[in-house]
């Protein structure tokens, strides 16, 4: 699946589950996905992000959501 597809398949989750809500990070560790938006003013979800899995690719990260459907 190429990265167009797999960004509308995750537009598309995100829409159905978070009311369109999708959160992309790029860290110097590699990305993160997830459906939602983080409020990063509070401790709880900077650490929850922190203990996600990082991804070296977008790709690799885009299809882990399609796989677990990942919330914060």
Same mark, same amino acid.
């Given at each position: 699946?190429?990265?167009?597809?797999?960004?509308?398949?995750?537009?598309?989750?995100?829409? !159905?589950?978070?009311?369109?809500?999708? /959160?992309?990070?790029?860290?110097?560790?590699?990305? +993160?996905?997830? #459906?939602? @938006?983080?409020?990063?003013?509070?401790?709880?979800?900077? !650490?929850?992000?922190?203990?996600?899995? /990082?991804?070296?690719?977008?790709?690799?990260?885009? +299809?882990?959501? #399609?796989? @677990?459907?990942?919330?914060?």
């Amino acid at each position: 699946m190429n990265l167009e597809t797999l960004i509308q398949k995750a537009e598309a989750l995100a829409k !159905e589950k978070t009311d369109g809500h999708l /959160s992309i990070l790029k860290f110097t560790t590699g990305y +993160k996905v997830f #459906l939602g @938006t983080p409020n990063l003013d509070i401790g709880e979800e900077r !650490e929850n992000i922190s203990n996600m899995n /990082s991804f070296s690719t977008l790709e690799e990260a885009l +299809k882990s959501l #399609l796989k @677990t459907n990942v919330l914060i």
